[in-house]
């Protein structure tokens, strides 16, 4: 038996230690997929091989963690199945590319990196604390951007050998800047990206120092844009506000024309760079018209499967329409839906853009609802609008973001090919990622649609409101008592007058010896005691005085009421509780008649001593109201008083019928 208690023991100490260390890898892989994940974030925009470094880092962190965490279960997004759909069709068409070795390799690079991103966003990200945390190392990135273009244009880089402007349409415009990105029309893609996150976060939000920063950081992202001269992004962006300003807040519409006609007062090269638009036909405008002819010519060439992954360069020259075989490279036609189109065919960009918009409208439809507002108490620190930021709002304005952001994607796709861009396709399929996120959390669903993340998110903010509803009606009825109290229980009392002066009257009266004179009572006509004059009083204080008063009137008529209650009762008292008749007196002699006994029993005894001495305490104490313990001590009296006069009663009846015998 000890044998067997011994392994018993020893098989538990191993069970047990197993679990410790399932705990500590669990712990370990959630933390491996979870900052890899905020290094990717704040990479992206600042080093695409930095942030292809943590992206591997996060997957490797989640691959163990769906390992070792049997509670870490795949998650499906709602847009998944055009992904898929999308990631297979693209391999397809690797089939009919011209050189099927560089388009699978390209493929493998660049769309696994874009699906690695996505999983790693919808698998890893499942609270609204995280969303926090992903905003602010994408606002520290941000900056970091921002900060070094204008750190180009305040101190000049010559990009004009690098065929970014038409030199012979613009000779001023000899610089643009580009930042971290590879270039301005890029730069100008994410900077639109930003002013949309920013905006939905500034429309959802209701705290007023928030606002300020987050209108700030518009402002700043507006003028890096101007930096880049990109005609298109610059158009987009304010085709997007100006049309929500249009449709829901005309002050964003009236803050868009006083932003516009300040940065064209500041910077005139800026109003014609954008008038050129629809008055000038330089060679950049020139040749998209001429690469979207050879791209609609590819398309119905190749409508199935396309022309293969990335083949775009490598077929271009077949369709040359505008060079006609100058030593230039054309790597995409400058315009995501005809490249999509061209190299994936047909029903690969059905998919892709099923994906695409299906994203942008889930995003701009979800809604939560907003938890009450924490005022920033005590002294101001910039770390508190972080921490103390409601995570409705966040969520909120993320989701609407989001939506505006995607739009604008699609929108600069009609003049330029963004998602060429590695960084930039990894940042859409991240917002999008974020997006379906943002969905599984909304409470507003149906009950197929909700998720354990939704149903989380609801209980907490069910929680968060009727916590924050209570915290408000505690502090509220805290301070009004504190109020009440205080007038209540003064430092100076007050003489109490009227009723409840007699009932103390009463009540000392009772506690003297018998023949002690009572008190004189005052009159309700009594003057109170005089009080200091006072301060005029605050809304709380006249609150407190008129509960005060409420509360003492309300004492008095009690006392009142109970004082005549106690004087109706005295009055309707029997006579005979008062003045109790006497037995009659027995006959001297025995044998006497009959008529002469029962004149002695009929004639009355002087009333007994202690039922007068009764009559006059009564008499004198009719008048005075009683509080409760006087009114309960004199019910107590009268019922043994008539309970001695019923005994009494019932002996003279009994002496009667004896002599009636007799």
Known sequence: MKKDKTNLTGAHIRE??????????????????WYGLLAEVFFLPLSPGAATVALLVGIAGTALRFYVDKDFHFRHLRFDVPAVLFVAISALSVLSSPDRGFSFYNYYNLVGVYVLTYLLIGQNVREPWQMKSILRMACAAAVIVLL??????????????????????FPELRKRVFSTWENPNILAG?????????????????????????????????????????????????VILAGYGALRDRRVLAACVV???????????????????????????????????????MIQDHPFLGIGWGA????????????????????????????????????????????????????????????????????????????????????AGLSQGIGLAVLSVALN????????????????????????????????????????????????????????????KDKVQGKVEEKVHGMLYRETPVEPVGAAKAASDSKSAETTAESSAPEPVKT????????????PLDPMDELAEEVRKALEQRKQEEEAAEAEAAAKETAAAPKGEVEAETPASEPEQ?????????????????????????????????????????AEKKAEEKAEEKKKAKEADSHEENERDIKGDH
Request: proline share 4%.
């Open 259 to 297: 932003v516009i006609a300040l940065l064209f007062a500041v910077d005139p090269m800026l109003y014609e760079r954008i008038a050129s638009v629809f008055t000038k036909v330089d060679t950049s405008t020139e040749m998209r018209l001429a690469f979207w002819e050879s791209t609609v010519a």
């Open 190 to 238: 994410y900077l639109d990206i930003l002013i949309c996150l920013a905006f939905g976060l500034f429309m959802k939000c209701r705290n007023r120092e928030r606002r300020i920063l987050l209108g700030a950081f518009m402002l700043a992202a507006a003028a890096c844009l101007a930096m880049t001269y990109a005609r298109g992004a610059c158009l987009v962006i304010a």
């Open 148 to 169: 070094y273009g204008y750190y180009q244009f305040l101190f000049g880089i010559d990009i004009s050998s690098m065929k970014w402007v038409d030199g012979d349409a």
């Open 524 to 535: 309700a006509d009594a003057p109170e005691a005089s009080e200091a004059p006072q301060k």
């Open 590 to 630: 025995e044998g006497a008649d009959t008529a002469g006994s029962a004149e002695d029993a009929a004639s009355p005894e002087p009333d007994r001593p202690e039922q007068t001495e009764l009559t006059e305490e009564k008499a004198e104490t009719a008048g005075k109201p009683e509080d409760g313990e006087t």
């Open 413 to 472: 796709g009609l003049t330029d090919d963004l998602l060429f861009n590695i960084p930039s396709s990894m940042l859409l399929w991240m917002i999008a990622a974020l997006a379906g996120v943002l969905s599984c959390m909304s409470p507003q669903k149906t009950a197929a649609e909700k998720t354990a993340g939704g149903n989380e998110f609801l209980a907490r903010f069910r929680a968060t409101a009727v916590q924050n509803a209570k915290e408000a």
């Open 16 to 33: 047990k230690r197993r679990a410790l260390a399932q705990g500590r890898w669990k712990r370990r892989a959630s933390a491996i997929a």
């Open 312 to 395: 775009y360069w490598m077929v271009y020259p077949e369709y040359d329409f505008y060079l006609q075989g100058a030593n230039v490279l054309i790597v995409h036609a400058h315009n995501i839906y005809l490249n999509y189109m061209a190299e994936i065919g047909i029903p690969g960009a059905v998919a892709f853009f099923w994906f695409f918009f299906g994203t942008m409208v889930m995003a701009l439809r979800t809604h939560f609802p907003e938890m009450p507002v924490r005022k920033l108490r005590g002294a101001f620190r910039w770390e508190r609008l972080w921490t103390d930021w409601e995570e409705s709002d966040i969520l």
